[in-house]
């Protein structure tokens, strides 16, 4: 055991050494430069003469997850639903017991999983309005 814990804290050791040598080097910057940089950020953006960023290219993006994300989550629960369902009908009384077990937490997960996308749909489509 105490050989283990040496051979463990000289990899530690070394580990610590070469990720000295990988550190990323910053530059140290006056106030004056940064605040003039974000200046000219914003300048930027105000004299922008067209808009890359349109509502509707955002609407689709985030349409796209959301019906990706939904699939996935109709996914899961019906597959759990039915290896619960098919361990109940073909288990012993044993098995049946742990499927009672573990049916509560899969109600509360389905219901978290579709409370989640409901409230994520309504406040798209409430912040969409304003």
Known sequence: MK??????I????????VQIFYMPVSQ???????????????NEGKNASNNIISDESVDEEFNKIYNILFGIGV????????????KFMIGTVDEQ?????ML??????????FGA????????NIFSNI
């Not at 996914?75 to 369902?85: H, K, P, Q, Y």
């Not at 509560?104 to 999983?113: D, E, H, K, Q, S």
């Open 3 to 8: 050989k283990i814990s040496q051979i463990a």
């Open 10 to 17: 000289k990899v530690v050791m070394i580990l610590l050494i």
């Open 28 to 42: 140290a910057s006056f106030w004056g430069d940064i605040f003039d940089a974000g200046d000219n950020f914003l």
């Open 75 to 86: 996914a899961l629960t019906v597959i759990i639903g039915a290896v619960l369902g098919i």
């Open 97 to 101: 017991a742990k499927v009672k077990e």
């Open 104 to 113: 509560m937490p899969y109600i509360i997960g389905c219901v978290v999983i």
């Open 117 to 124: 996308f409901s409230i994520w749909k309504l406040m798209i």
